[in-house]
């Protein structure tokens, strides 16, 4: 799961970019988040690239590697470990992916 999200981080950022890799534990829960400054996904959007075969261009150029799965799966890990995953995003303001699991 981390590893597609850093990969995803990575393929969207431009130079100068930054992805920053975080975690914190509470209440039982850990929670690891993926954040990058890239170009990002518009609110609305979100639900749709959480689905299968779903992309949407978040850089300069259309990212058209990919068959559009890789969210859909990380969601579907997560949920089978008991988590879930949490993305916050906006265009111009770049993208946080974040797992929730359980601390056990």
């Known amino acids: 799961m981390l590893d597609h999200l850093v990969g995803n981080a ?3 950022i431009q130079g100068g970019g930054t992805v920053r890799l ?3 534990r509470t209440a039982g829960r850990v929670h690891i988040g993926v954040s ?3 170009p990002g996904v518009a609110r ?3 639900p749709r690239i959480l689905r299968p075969f779903e992309q949407i261009g978040r850089s300069t150029t259309d990212h058209t590697a990919g068959a559009g799965l890789g969210l859909t ?3 579907a890990f ?3 470990h008991g988590g879930h995953l949490r993305i916050d995003s906006a265009l111009g303001e770049g993208f946080i ?3 929730d699991l359980s601390a056990a």
Do not use: M
């Open 22 to 24: 975080s975690t914190r």
């Open 36 to 38: 990058d400054n890239g």
């Open 44 to 46: 609305e959007d979100i």
């Open 97 to 99: 992916a974040t797992l």
């Open 10 to 12: 990575v393929g969207f």
């Open 73 to 75: 799966l990380v969601k």
């Open 78 to 80: 997560v949920e089978l």
